[in-house]
C-alpha cells in the first residue's frame, strides 16, 4: 500500500485501505492475500470492495495462522455480510458461471477490531489504536 | 509378450477403479473450537470400532492435529456404510497464547499450545481442500451461529461442492436453541444431537449413511 499518511499522522490514528474489485482483479490468489496480510500486519483496516473467493478465504486462513507469533501478531479479524440465500440457490447462475461472490469485505489485526453487530444488511465494528 | 502386457495392465486399471470406488469416503469434522467434534468423533468411533480418536477437553485447541479413525462401518437398515473419519482441529483466523493463560497454564505451554493450534489450523484448512470427501460439520447450538467463521467455511465447502450434514451438538443443555442454527443454513439439513450424552444417535447415523454412503 502507498504511505498515504506521516508516521506522525498515524500515530494518532488508524489507516483504513479501501481497496476496489478492480484493483483485486489483476492479482492472482497469493498476490491478494499478500496485499492484505502486509496491511494488516502493520495495523491497518483493509476494506475489500468485492471480497474474496471462498478459495482465497480458505488460503488466507492457512497464510495467517502461519504468520501468528506470540506478542506480536494474534491473527486477524474479518467480517462479511452473510450471502443471501436467493444468490446461493440461483442454480442457473451457477451453471452458467455466473454465481457471485462479491461481497464487501473488512479485514483488520485481531487485537484491533472487534465486530459489535452484524446482520444482512450492517457490519458494524469497533478499531482501536495499537 | 505386447498384447499379454496390454491386458494385465488393462486389468489393473479396471481392478484399481474396482477398489477405488468402494474405498471409504474420507468424512472431515470441522467446526468452531470446542464445538465437540472430538466428542462426536470418540463417539462416533467407539460405538462401531470400540476405540476412541483422541482426547476431549474444555480447554480451546485440545485438538492440534487432525486425527484419522479408518474403516468405520456404520450398520443402517440392513446395509453396511464404511467411513473414514477424519477429526479436524477447531478453525479460528486468531489465536492468542494469552487466553491459554486463563487455562492455569505456565506461559511456555501456552505459547507452544497457540503455536501447535495454528498449524492444526493450517492442516485443517488442506484437508477441507484436497483430501475430505465430505463434511460434518458441529456447531455448539448454545452458542450463536452467525459467525464469520462459521459462514466462511460453509462457503467454502459450497464451494467445493462437498455433502456436508449440520450437526447442532449439545442439546443437552438448557440453552440449546437448534432452530438458531437451522435458520442460520436453511439450505442443509441440521441434526440435533448431544455427542456427550448419545442423544438422538439414532439419527445421526440415520444422515450419515443417507449423505456419506
Do not use: C
Not at chain 1, 478459495?55 to 497464510?63: A, T
Not at chain 2, 477405488?20 to 462426536?40: F, M, V
Not at chain 2, 493463560?101 to 501447535?116: F, N, T
Request: glycine letters at 6%; proline letters at 4%; charged letters at 30%.
Amino acid at each position: 500500500m502507498p504511505e498515504a499518511t506521516s508516521t506522525d499522522a498515524k500515530d494518532d490514528g488508524v489507516q483504513i485501505d479501501l481497496i476496489s474489485g478492480e484493483r483485486m482483479d489483476s492479482l492472482r490468489s497469493m498476490e491478494k492475500i499478500r496485499l492484505i496480510l502486509d496491511a494488516v500486519r502493520e495495523g491497518n483496516i483493509v476494506i475489500l470492495e468485492e471480497g474474496l473467493s471462498p478459495d482465497e478465504e480458505s488460503k488466507l486462513i492457512e497464510v495467517t495462522m502461519s504468520e501468528i507469533s506470540p506478542d506480536e501478531f494474534n491473527g486477524i479479524e474479518i467480517e462479511t455480510y452473510p450471502r443471501s440465500q436467493a444468490g446461493d440457490k440461483s442454480f442457473l447462475g451457477r451453471l452458467m458461471g455466473r454465481e457471485s461472490t462479491k461481497k464487501l469485505t473488512v479485514i483488520g489485526p485481531a487485537n484491533q477490531i472487534q465486530t459489535l453487530h452484524k446482520d444482512e444488511n450492517l457490519i458494524s465494528a469497533l478499531v482501536s489504536r495499537k | 509378450m505386447g498384447l499379454l502386457t496390454d491386458i494385465k495392465d488393462s486389468i489393473t486399471r479396471v481392478t484399481e477403479r474396482l477398489f477405488s470406488a468402494s474405498e471409504p469416503k474420507r468424512i472431515g469434522i470441522y467446526g468452531p473450537p470446542n464445538a465437540g467434534k472430538t466428542t462426536l468423533a470418540n463417539r462416533i468411533a467407539r460405538d462401531w470400532t470400540g476405540d476412541a480418536v483422541g482426547p476431549e477437553s474444555h480447554v480451546p485447541h485440545e485438538t492440534r492435529r487432525a486425527r484419522r479413525k479408518e474403516n468405520v462401518s456404520i450398520e443402517r437398515n440392513g446395509r453396511t456404510v464404511t467411513i473414514d473419519i477424519v477429526d479436524t482441529p477447531g478453525v479460528t483466523t486468531k489465536v492468542d497464547y494469552k487466553e491459554f493463560l486463563e487455562h492455569d497454564m505456565e506461559k511456555d505451554d501456552a505459547v507452544r499450545r497457540s503455536r501447535e493450534a495454528t498449524e492444526g489450523v493450517a492442516e485443517a484448512m488442506h484437508w477441507l481442500r484436497e483430501d475430505v470427501d465430505g463434511v460434518i460439520y458441529v456447531l455448539d447450538s448454545t452458542t450463536d451461529p452467525f459467525t464469520q467463521v462459521n459462514t466462511m467455511l460453509i462457503g467454502i465447502i459450497e464451494s467445493r461442492d462437498l455433502p456436508v450434514l449440520i450437526f447442532a451438538n449439545k442439546i443437552d443443555l438448557e440453552e440449546s436453541n437448534v432452530q438458531r442454527i437451522a435458520n442460520a443454513f436453511p439450505q442443509h439439513e441440521t441434526v440435533p444431537l448431544s455427542a456427550l450424552e448419545g442423544e438422538n444417535m439414532d439419527e445421526v447415523y440415520d444422515k450419515i449413511a443417507e449423505y456419506f454412503g
